[in-house]
């Protein structure tokens, strides 16, 4: 299976840039498309899909939000990070089956 | 607007079984594949199992760690999808989501509320 690793925590500012990573053990990229994708989860809710195919946003999701990335290597930023930003954060693959997720980042405040 | 409904979760006892349910309403349910999705507490997403629609013959997939002990299926005279789950263990404990896969995209589009599935005796 793919393996999606991502750091298990983050301690950011409100107002600042905070990127989270995704490191997945071997290509999830396509020559046309990379099929990884960012959900946003908060205590008590389902995931969100955030962005998709790495750095396109969903509808209706705010443009503070970004991601990047190709081949083995993913960012997700926030720019600039909000309250309402504190969740965690998953990535996903559609590659490879079975899908799979990384462990998740938790944005905690500092 | 889509809607996602997952009923069934409980209390179960090791070794027992349990019938999820998902209604769903706002879209065109026969053109999609549905999926659960479940998360363990205070642990990650882990993908489930998928049914695809009559046009892929309702195939079937599962992720290894439940395989024999699972069963997706889907009634599309009722925009439902349902998991049984059998030989329940303490490590099927978790919080079980119903979840459509996009047309266009392979992402997990929306989501349901979740029901929790606890398993102890």
């Known amino acids: 299976d793919t393996v999606l690793t991502q750091s298990p925590a983050l301690a950011v500012s409100l107002g600042q840039r905070v990127t989270i990573s995704c490191k997945a053990s071997?290509?999830?990229?396509?020559?046309?498309?990379?099929?990884i994708h960012w959900y946003q989860q908060k205590p008590g809710q389902q995931p969100k899909l955030l962005i998709y195919?790495?750095?396109n946003l969903e509808s209706g999701v705010p443009a503070r939000f970004s991601g990047s990335g190709s081949g083995t290597d993913f960012t997700l930023n926030i720019d600039p990070v909000e309250a309402d930003d504190i969740a965690t954060y998953f990535c996903?693959?559609?590659?490879?089956?079975?899908?799979?997720f990384g462990a998740g980042t938790k944005l905690e405040l500092k | 607007e889509v809607q996602i409904l997952e009923t069934g979760g409980g209390l179960v006892k090791p070794g027992g079984s349990l019938r999820l349910s998902c209604a769903t309403s706002?879209?065109?349910?026969?053109?999609?594949?549905m999926n659960w999705v479940r998360q363990a507490p205070g642990k990650g997403l882990e993908w489930v199992a998928q049914?695809?629609?009559?046009?892929?013959?309702?195939?079937?997939y599962y992720a290894e760690s439940l395989e024999g002990r699972v069963t997706i299926s889907r009634d599309d005279s009722k925009s439902s999808v349902y998991l049984q789950v059998s030989s329940l263990r303490a490590e099927d404990t978790a919080i079980y989501y119903c979840?459509?896969?996009?047309?266009?995209?392979?992402?997990?589009?929306?989501w349901g509320q979740g029901v929790m599935v606890t398993v102890s005796s």
């Open positions: 979840t459509r896969l996009g047309l266009w995209v392979p992402t997990f589009d929306y």
């Open positions: 049914i695809r629609n009559k046009n892929y013959n309702y195939a079937t």
């Open positions: 996903q693959q559609s590659w490879n089956d079975p899908y799979t």
């Open positions: 195919h790495a750095s």
């Open positions: 706002g879209f065109n349910f026969n053109d999609y594949f």
């Open positions: 071997e290509s999830v990229s396509s020559s046309s498309f990379s099929y």
